[in-house]
């Protein structure tokens, strides 16, 4: 399993968007509780979610 976090400047493309405020401040207070960068709970996020969707599209898939 590769290491997640940051990875070296320049080495992957910045993903910029904008989340509504109160979902922003809880997830900085999370991240923060965890002593972990918003960057890192975003990228474990991101894993999660890929993760749940394959789960979903290989129950889905006929003849499982």
């Not at 002593?35 to 499982?64: F, Q, T, Y």
């Amino acid at each position: 399993m590769a290491t997640m976090g940051r990875p070296a400047t320049g080495q992957t493309k910045v993903m910029g968007f904008r989340p509504p405020k109160p979902l922003r401040d809880e997830f900085e207070a999370l991240a923060k509780a965890e002593d972990r960068s918003p960057s890192n709970a975003l990228v474990e996020a991101m894993h999660d979610w890929i993760n749940k969707k394959r789960r979903e599209r290989a129950a889905s898939e006929p003849g499982e």
